[in-house]
């Protein structure tokens, strides 16, 4: 996969382009960049709500999305991954972990094993243990961690540190 380029709407996209000295170019808003049939995009925000709108956005005018997915992370062959999905540094997918589409898990985040996670969640280096069910458009946030068995609905925000 070869980067393209940077789309998106607002002031954030320059500066940040600028801060972080990306190389490739910025090539225009969500709603006017002409999509090309080769293009595959990975939605690289963090807010749930804010990458779900821009996802539907881009999937209404036939955008096609692929996962990113860090070489050092450690997915198990019987694991399930949807699309558009980003998973850092030393992240892990256990074995019949099912892990739906725009999540993004950032280093040292584990989805442990029988676990099934929905859509559009971020996990900031949390741990969810085994047999765990979560909905989607949820925010886990820095060192959070799930016990053994635990269901989490959507729309829920877990905050730093928090044992659930």
């Known amino acids: 996969m070869v980067l393209k ?3 998106g709407d607002g002031e954030d996209l320059v500066k940040n382009h600028t801060h972080y000295g990306f190389t490739a170019p910025i090539l225009g808003g969500v709603n006017d960049y002409q999509i090309d049939e080769d293009d595959r995009f990975i939605i690289a925000i963090n807010n749930p709500v804010t990458r779900h709108k821009i996802a539907e956005i ?3 005018r036939g955008a096609k999305f692929a996962n990113l997915i860090h070489p050092s992370c450690v997915i198990a062959q019987d694991s399930t991954i949807g699309e558009g999905n980003i ?6 997918i256990g074995p019949k972990a099912v892990l739906g589409s725009f999540n993004i898990l950032t280093s ?4 442990s094993h029988d676990c ?3 859509n559009y969640n971020s996990f ?3 741990i969810v243990c085994g047999y765990c ?3 989607d458009n949820n925010s886990f946030w820095i060192q ?5 068995s635990i269901n989490i609905g959507s729309n829920c925000v877990i905050q730093a540190g928090m044992v659930v």
């Open 58 to 60: 881009l999937r209404s």
């Open 133 to 135: 069910h979560i909905g």
């Open 87 to 92: 998973i850092a540094p030393f992240g892990v």
């Open 144 to 148: 959070s961690t799930v016990v053994s």
């Open 5 to 7: 380029g940077y789309i």
């Open 116 to 118: 099934v996670v929905g």
């Open 124 to 126: 900031s280096s949390v």
């Open 108 to 111: 040292y985040s584990a989805i």
